[in-house]
């Protein structure tokens, strides 16, 4: 196999690959986690259960990884505008913008199996937890160099902080994710909170 024919190879098969993925999460939004089934699957998608398990051990890792493909690019970026307050907005309503988006009501379905179903509440910390981490670093990082908060900044705060308020206000409250609301949870809550952090350990 020449070198052109091996791209084309290798495109079709993750092209392919993208596929089976996308079905997966229509799959689920259809019938839910629960219901949906690798049997189920290999039929929806018109591939064999060889075909799957060949290349995903089971279908936890399966949605793990479909899930990771359709949000990350967008979810897990570290915006730079050039202020804390700005970097922050773009995060929070980056993550909004999923969680309201057509496919938020399939990923807080996939939260809420993820209780009952430690395989993939495991695989979705594994998959997530580093980026959000990631993300948090970068952003106080950048802010701590332009003196805008204090060097014992904890970049764990903005992740559970977020988080919690979100999910809080959305599926606790039903309540809309607007702008105003996230204005809110920067400069109400989580500015103050960074601000106070007590300086770091020489």
């Known amino acids: 196999m020449d070198m052109e024919q091996a791209v084309i190879t290798t495109s079709r098969g ?7 993925l996308d079905t997966t999460l229509d799959l689920i939004a259809e019938v839910g986690y629960d219901r949906m089934s690798m ?3 290999a039929a929806r998608a018109r591939a064999s259960k060889a075909t ?6 089971g ?4 949605v793990a990884e479909a899930v990771r493909r359709r949000v990350c690019a967008v979810t897990f970026q570290a915006p730079n505008t050039g202020s804390l307050r700005d970097d922050l907005l ?3 309503r980056d993550k909004r913008d999923m969680l309201s988006g057509q496919d938020g009501p399939l990923f807080v379905g996939l939260m809420m199996a993820a209780q009952n179903d430690t395989e993939l509440a495991s695989l979705l910390r594994e998959q997530f937890g580093a980026d959000k981490a990631a993300v948090g670093e970068t952003l106080l990082s950048r802010a701590i160099a332009r003196g805008e908060i204090p060097p014992g900044a904890n970049p764990g705060l903005v992740t559970e902080i977020v988080s919690a308020l979100l999910m809080t206000r959305l599926l606790v409250m039903g309540q809309p994710l607007d702008d105003d609301y996230v204005a809110h949870v920067v400069d109400d809550i989580l500015l103050p909170t960074l601000r106070a952090c007590p300086p770091s350990n020489p």
């Open 14 to 20: 993750e092209t392919r690959e993208q596929e089976i």
């Open 39 to 41: 049997d189920l699957l």
């Open 52 to 57: 799957l398990y060949r290349r995903w051990p």
């Open 59 to 62: 279908k936890a890792p399966l």
């Open 90 to 92: 773009a995060a929070i």
